[in-house]
C-alpha cells in the first residue's frame, strides 16, 4: 500500500490483558516480609545470627542454579522461590548453626526437596521444612543447641518490662530456673566478664518436661505462666529457632501477606485457631516425681502454646506455601485444621517438643487427597 | 438481589475514554466489502453480477440453508468484484467489494415499513431472517434459528443482555442511553416471538446512564420491562452467568439457555430487530467502539458493515507505531489481527488497540488456585493447563474441558502468566476433530 | 539364638510358598509371542498399527497379522518373524522414510507469535499462521522434531525439519505430530516430489512464497506419463505412473518439484538397505486437504 515500514502487531491469543501480579513478586514480597523477624533475631541473638541466613540463602540460590544448569532449563532463581526457601531454612535454624550445616540444608532443600521432584510447583513438601526435619535427623547436636537471647543486647527489652511493670532479668531468672537445665555459660572477653551467651531447654522443652522446682524446693508443673512470662516467650525472650523468636514480628510480616492478598487468610486463622483451641481444652500431661499427671480440662496454656515454637512462621510462612498446599479455600481449611491438631498433639503426647515442623510436613503428604475430596461443583453439572 | 455468579475476575474497566462519546457516523468509506460468512453456519451464496449496480439494503447474498443468514448491501455503489477477506480465526472469507458513489440510496425493497402491533410471530421472524440479523455481541449465531426454538422447549423469559462486562467496550452502553425506545420495542417484538411473558434488562451497575434511561423509557412505553442492576464482574455478560445471577436459573452442562426457558439477547440485535421490522432496513450498520491506549480519538461510531479497518482507523488518530496489539472485540475475548486488511462485519463490537508488551514468559502452576477461584465455571484450569501442555486428552475431557467457556479468567489471574485458556482451546479443537473424524470413518 | 532360627525357618516357608506359587499361578504365554517380541525392536513406536511391540507380537502370533508392518526393524526384522510363524514372505519394496513437504525460504514475518510455542499452538491461533503468511506452510517450532522417537529428525535451513534418512525408519509419528500435514512416508527411492502444500490461488501464491505452486500447469504438460495434474490448485503426482524422468522438475519455474537425486538439499548417502527391502505393504502417502 504505502511505501512506509511494515508494523508488526502481536497476534497471540486471547486474553490481551493481564492481571499486574507475578510469581516473581510473590516470592520477593514474602521475602521482604520475612526480614523484619530475621532482623529481629539478630537484634536478640547478635550479630553471629546472619551466617545460617546467609550460608543458606547463598546455598539455596547457588543449588537452584546448578540444579537448572543440570536439567538444561533457564536459570529460576529469577522468580525469588529459592530465596524464599533459603530465608524460610535460616529461620528455623538455631542462631549458632555451623555456616557447613546451614548449607548443607540448603543444598538438601532445594535439590532433594524441590528440584528432584521436578522444580518449582512440582514438590510435595515445604522444602524448607524438609530440610529442618533432615537437618535435625542427622546433625540433632547441632539443631537443638536452644541457644537463649543475649541478655545485653536485649536491654531494651528489659527497659520495656521496667515501664510496664515488670522486670526483665527478674523474669528471665525465674525461667531460668524453672528451666533448671542451663546447660552453658559462656563468657566473653568483650563484655568484661558479664554473661554473653546462655543455652537452655526452650519453653516447650519445659513443658514437654513440665517438672519444676518452685523457691521452696517443691515440684510443680511448669505449666501455669503468668502474663510476663508469655510476653516474655512472645518478645523472644526465650531461646529458639531464628524464627521462634520473632513471634511478634512474623505476625507483623504475616498481616502484610494478608493485606496484599499474597496469602489468604484461612489458613492462618484456621491453623492459630485450631491451635489456640485445642491448646485451652486439653488437658496437658506433665511429669510429678515419676509419673504423668494431667492438667484439668480448659486450663491450657494456650497464649503460651501460640507464641512458641515456629507456630506463627508456620503459619503465616509455611504452612501457606502455595506449591504444597491444596487448591482450593475448602481444602486450604482442612489442611489449617489438620495442622493445628497435629501440631496440638506432637507437642503434648508425641517425644519432640516441638510439633509445627512435623505437622506441616505430614498434612503436605495428605494434600493430594484433599484435593481429590474438594473440587469445586461445576456449573451445570450434577 | 440473587446470589453472584461464582468466580470472575475485575480487569480494570478503562471506559472513561468512550463513555460519554455520543454516537456518530464514520466517515463515508470509499468502499466496503461485504463478507458472504459473517454468521456461524454456511456461507451465503452471492446474488450479485461484477459491474451491477447495487442499492443500500439490496440483498447480495442468500443464506444457505436454515443456520445461514443472507448479505445486504452496506452502501449503494457499483459491485466491483469478489475479494477474499481474512477472517480473524484466519481463513479466508469471500466478500462482495462494492464502490461507495455517495449516494446513499436506499434499495425500494429494503424500506417498507410495518405496523408493529399488526405483526404476528412468523412475520417477526421472517423479517429478522431477511434483516440478516445475527447475534450482534460478538457470538453471530443467526437470530431468526434463536427466535425459533424447538416445540418441546417453551421460553418464558427474555433477557436483555445489557452487561457488557469487557473493559473498553462501551457501545451497548451508548445504544442504551441514545435509543433505549427502540431497544425495548424489539425486545418486546422478540417476546413475541417466542411467546416470553416476561422481559428482564440485565444491566452492569458501571452504567448508570443507560439503566436510568432505559428506566425512563420503560416507563413511557409501559412495556413491563424489568430493569436488573448487575454487579460489575467480567464475564457477567456470559449467557449462563447473566441467567444465573438474574434468574437463579443453571442452564446445564452442553445445554442452551432454551432448556431453561430463557432466551438472551444483546442489545445491538434488539436494536437492529425493531429497525428491520419497523422500517424493513436490513442490517447494514452497526455501532462499534474504537478506542485504546493506541488510538487518538476513540470514538463510538456507525459503521457501516464492510467497511476496511484502514479507512476506519485512519478517522480515529490510529498510531500504528505504538500499538502492540490490535484486537476485534474486548480484551479478554477479542481476535487479534496482524495487520488492517479486514472488513468490519456484523459481529465486531469493538477496535481496540494495545500498547502494553504483551509477551510473556510463563513460568510453572504454582497451585496457587486463583484460577480456580477465578473460573466461572468450577472447573480446575491449572490442571487443564498441565493435561494441555502435555498432551492428555482423556484427562482433560474428565476434568471437563468441553464446558469451558474460554472466557480467559483464568489466563488473567494466573501469576505465572500460563497461556491456560489457549492450551484448553487447543485441546477442545484436538478432541473436536477427532470426535470428526470418528464420525467419519463409521 | 533364636532370633537366627526363627529368621531361617520364615526364609525356608517364604521360599517355599514362592515357589509353589510360582508353579500354581503361572500366567500361560504364547511362546511365539515371546520369541516374536525378542526379535522386535522395542522401540513402542505403533508405527506397525498396533499398541506397541507386545501388541503387534501379540497380533502376528495370535490373529496372524502381517509379519511384515515393522517399519523400524526392517527387512532384518521381518524375515525373522517370518521365519518363526513359518510363512513366506512377498514381494519386496524400497524402505519408507519421512520428508517434508514445504521449502518456504525467506518468507516474511507478517506478525509477532509468543504464544504457545509449538506448531499446533500456532497453527489453531496467531491467525492461523503465527509469523508466517502461509496458511498451509512449515511454522518451525518442532513439533516432529519432538515427536520422532529415533531423533532423525533435526532443524534445517529457516528451521524446516530436516530429515536423516538413516535413522528414520517411516513409523510416521511425524506425520501425526504435524498440524499441517506437511510431513510424508514414502518409499526412499522416490525422488521426484511436491514440496509444497498451498492451495492458494496462482497469484496469491506467488506473492507469498517464491517456492509455492501457482498451478501453471507445465509439470501437467511435460510429464511423459501422465501421472501430474493440478487439482484444486496443487500439483500432485500418481506414483503409480511416475518412472521419474525428473522433466517436471525441470520445467517448475519455481522448482516446487524437486529431484531428491540432484536437489540442493544436502546429499545424503545412501544407506546398504536402500537397495533391500521391507517386505509387504506398509506405505502410504500422507498428503492430505486438511489444514
Known amino acids: 500500500m504505502s511505501a512506509e515500514e511494515k508494523i508488526l502487531f502481536n497476534v497471540n491469543n486471547s486474553p490481551h490483558v493481564r492481571d499486574g501480579d507475578s510469581t516473581a513478586r510473590i516470592m520477593f514480597t514474602v521475602a521482604l516480609l520475612l526480614v523484619p523477624a530475621l532482623v529481629w533475631a539478630l537484634f536478640i541473638f547478635g550479630w553471629r545470627a546472619i551466617v545460617p541466613i546467609v550460608s543458606s540463602v547463598a546455598a539455596c540460590l547457588l543449588t537452584e542454579s546448578v540444579c537448572c544448569r543440570w536439567r538444561d532449563r533457564p536459570n529460576s532463581i529469577g522468580d525469588g522461590s529459592a530465596l524464599v526457601t533459603g530465608l524460610l531454612l535460616a529461620a528455623v535454624s538455631p542462631a549458632n548453626l555451623p555456616w557447613w550445616a546451614a548449607a548443607v540444608g540448603g543444598v538438601f532443600a532445594i535439590g532433594i526437596g524441590k528440584q528432584a521432584f521436578g522444580g518449582l510447583g512440582h514438590n510435595v513438601w515445604n522444602p524448607a521444612l524438609l530440610a529442618r526435619a533432615f537437618m535435625q535427623v542427622s546433625m540433632p547436636n547441632l539443631m537443638m543447641s536452644g541457644e537463649w537471647p543475649h541478655l545485653g543486647g536485649a536491654s531494651w527489652i528489659g527497659n520495656l518490662f521496667y515501664d510496664l511493670g515488670g522486670n526483665f532479668t527478674e523474669v528471665n531468672e525465674r525461667v531460668k530456673s524453672l528451666a533448671g537445665a542451663v546447660t552453658t555459660v559462656s563468657r566473653s572477653f568483650a563484655n568484661d566478664g558479664g554473661v554473653d551467651v546462655l543455652t537452655g531447654a526452650t519453653v516447650l522443652a519445659r513443658m514437654k518436661a513440665a517438672e519444676a522446682v518452685d523457691a521452696a524446693g517443691q515440684i510443680i508443673p511448669a505449666l501455669n505462666p503468668d502474663w510476663m512470662e508469655i510476653i516474655h516467650a512472645w518478645m523472644g525472650g526465650e531461646g529458639g529457632s531464628l524464627g521462634e523468636v520473632s513471634a511478634l514480628m512474623l505476625v507483623l510480616g504475616g498481616y502484610f501477606l494478608i493485606e496484599r492478598k499474597i496469602i489468604s487468610w484461612d489458613i492462618p486463622v484456621f491453623f492459630l485457631g485450631t491451635v489456640a483451641v485445642l491448646g485451652l481444652v486439653l488437658p496437658h500431661p506433665y511429669r510429678l516425681g515419676e509419673v504423668y499427671a494431667y492438667t484439668g480440662w480448659f486450663q491450657g496454656p494456650w497464649l503460651l502454646h501460640l507464641g512458641s515454637g515456629g507456630l506463627m512462621l508456620g503459619a503465616f510462612f509455611m504452612a501457606t506455601d502455595m506449591v504444597t498446599t491444596p487448591l482450593t479455600v475448602k481444602g486450604r481449611r482442612i489442611f489449617a485444621v489438620g495442622c493445628g491438631c497435629m501440631t496440638i498433639l506432637i507437642r503434648l503426647f508425641a517425644g519432640y517438643p516441638e510439633g509445627v515442623c512435623y505437622a506441616i510436613l505430614f498434612m503436605n503428604t495428605c494434600v493430594p487427597f484433599i484435593d481429590t475430596l474438594t473440587k469445586p461443583k461445576v456449573f451445570g453439572k450434577k | 438481589m440473587k446470589e453472584l455468579f461464582r468466580g470472575g475476575c475485575h480487569p480494570p474497566e478503562k471506559k472513561d475514554a468512550t463513555a460519554d462519546s455520543p454516537l456518530r457516523p464514520a466517515k463515508a468509506p470509499p468502499f466496503v466489502a461485504v463478507s458472504f460468512s459473517q454468521h456461524i453456519g454456511k456461507p451465503s451464496s452471492p446474488l450479485v453480477k461484477i459491474g451491477e449496480r447495487v442499492l443500500r439494503g439490496q440483498k447480495i447474498a442468500e443464506s444457505q440453508g436454515f443456520v445461514s443468514a443472507p448479505a445486504h448491501a452496506s452502501v449503494s455503489g457499483v459491485a466491483k468484484g469478489v475479494v477474499q477477506l481474512r477472517h480473524p480465526l484466519g481463513f479466508l472469507v469471500d466478500a462482495l467489494k462494492i464502490e461507495n458513489d455517495g449516494k446513499d440510496e436506499w434499495h425500494p425493497d429494503a424500506v417498507i415499513e410495518h405496523d408493529l402491533d399488526q405483526l404476528a410471530a412468523g412475520d417477526i421472524r421472517k423479517l429478522v431472517q431477511e434483516a440478516g440479523i445475527v447475534g450482534m455481541g460478538g457470538a453471530t449465531f443467526p437470530t431468526h434459528v434463536k427466535l425459533s426454538p424447538p416445540k418441546d422447549k417453551s421460553i418464558d423469559v427474555l433477557v436483555l443482555n445489557g452487561a457488557e462486562c469487557e473493559p473498553y467496550l462501551t457501545a451497548d452502553d451508548r445504544l442504551m442511553i441514545e435509543h433505549p425506545r427502540e431497544i425495548l420495542r424489539g425486545a418486546a417484538l422478540f417476546a413475541k416471538a417466542v411467546g416470553a411473558s416476561r422481559i428482564v434488562a440485565g444491566i452492569e451497575n458501571n452504567k448508570p446512564g443507560a439503566r436510568q434511561a432505559m428506566l425512563e423509557a420503560a416507563r413511557e412505553l409501559g412495556c413491563g420491562v424489568e430493569i436488573f442492576p448487575l454487579p460489575v464482574k467480567y464475564p457477567q455478560g456470559a449467557e449462563k452467568q447473566l441467567i444465573y445471577s438474574i434468574l437463579g436459573r443453571t442452564v446445564p452442562s452442553g445445554g442452551l439457555p432454551m432448556d431453561v426457558g430463557v432466551l438472551v439477547h444483546n442489545m445491538a440485535s434488539l436494536y437492529a430487530g425493531y429497525d428491520a421490522c419497523r422500517f424493513g432496513h436490513p442490517l447494514t450498520e452497526r455501532v462499534v467502539t474504537v478506542t485504546g491506549p493506541g488510538m487518538g480519538n476513540p470514538a463510538n461510531l456507525w459503521v457501516r458493515i464492510g467497511t476496511m479497518a484502514s479507512h476506519l482507523l485512519e478517522e480515529c488518530g490510529f498510531d500504528a507505531g505504538a500499538t502492540k496489539k490490535l484486537v476485534v472485540g474486548g480484551p479478554m475475548m477479542g481476535m487479534p489481527m496482524r495487520d488492517l486488511e479486514w472488513a468490519t462485519s456484523k459481529g465486531g463490537n469493538g477496535i481496540l488497540a494495545l500498547t502494553d508488551p504483551v509477551a510473556y514468559e510463563h513460568g510453572p502452576c504454582i497451585r496457587c488456585g486463583r484460577c480456580i477461584e477465578a473460573c466461572p465455571l468450577g472447573l480446575l484450569p491449572c490442571a487443564l493447563s498441565n493435561y494441555g501442555e502435555a498432551g492428555l486428552l482423556a484427562e482433560s475431557i474428565e476434568a471437563n474441558a468441553l464446558d469451558c467457556i474460554e472466557c480467559g479468567c483464568c489466563s488473567y489471574v494466573c501469576p505465572s502468566k500460563r497461556p491456560i485458556v489457549q492450551w484448553v482451546r487447543m485441546e477442545k479443537a484436538e478432541i473436536n476433530r477427532l470426535r470428526q473424524l470418528a464420525a467419519a470413518k463409521k | ?291
Not at chain 3, 532370633?3 to 511362546?31: H, I, K, Q, W
Not at chain 3, 500439483?235 to 511416475?242: G, P, R, T, V
Not at chain 3, 524437486?258 to 500422507?286: C, F, H, M, Q, V
Request: net charge positive; charged share 20%; aromatic share 4%.
Open chain 3, 1 to 291: 539364638m533364636t532370633a537366627l532360627v526363627a529368621m531361617a525357618a520364615l526364609g525356608a516357608l517364604l521360599a517355599l510358598a514362592l515357589a509353589v506359587a510360582s508353579r500354581r499361578f503361572a500366567v500361560e504365554t504364547n511362546p511365539l509371542m515371546d520369541r516374536i517380541l525378542a526379535v522386535l525392536p522395542g522401540a513402542n513406536c505403533g508405527g506397525c498399527g498396533f499398541p506397541g511391540c507386545a501388541g503387534y507380537a501379540e497380533a502376528v502370533a495370535v490373529k496372524g497379522a502381517d509379519p511384515t508392518l515393522c517399519a523400524p526393524g526392517g527387512i532384518k526384522v521381518g524375515m525373522a518373524i517370518a521365519r518363526i510363524m513359518g510363512v513366506e514372505v512377498g514381494e519386496t519394496r524400497a524402505r519408507p522414510v519421512s520428508l517434508c513437504h514445504c521449502q518456504r525460504e525467506k518468507v516474511k514475518t507478517v506478525a509477532i507469535y509468543s504464544g504457545i510455542q509449538t506448531c499446533r499452538g500456532a497453527s489453531l491461533f496467531g491467525l492461523g499462521g503465527g509469523w508466517l503468511d502461509c496458511r498451509y506452510g512449515c511454522l518451525g517450532y518442532g513439533d516432529c522434531l519432538k515427536a520422532c522417537p529415533f531423533r532423525a529428525i533435526s532443524f534445517g535451513p529457516d528451521r524446516r525439519p530436516l530429515v536423516d534418512e538413516n535413522k528414520c525408519t517411516g513409523c510416521k509419528k511425524c506425520v501425526v505430530a504435524c498440524p499441517r500435514s506437511l510431513m510424508a512416508v514414502g518409499p526412499i527411492d522416490r525422488y521426484v516430489h511436491v514440496l509444497c502444500h498451498n492451495r492458494d490461488k496462482g497469484a496469491m501464491a506467488n506473492k507469498i512464497c517464491a517456492h509455492a505452486c501457482i498451478s501453471c500447469r507445465r509439470c501437467e504438460k511435460v510429464c511423459p506419463a501422465q501421472s501430474i495434474s493440478v487439482p484444486n490448485n496443487l500439483a500432485e503426482i500418481d506414483y503409480s505412473k511416475c518412472v521419474g524422468c525428473g522433466k517436471c522438475v525441470e520445467v517448475c519455474p519455481h522448482q516446487v518439484l524437486i529431484d531428491l537425486r540432484r536437489a540442493r538439499i544436502p546429499k545424503r548417502e545412501w544407506p546398504a538397505e536402500a537397495a533391500s527391502s521391507i517386505p509387504g505393504e506398509t506405505l502410504t502417502e500422507g498428503r492430505s486437504d486438511q489444514y
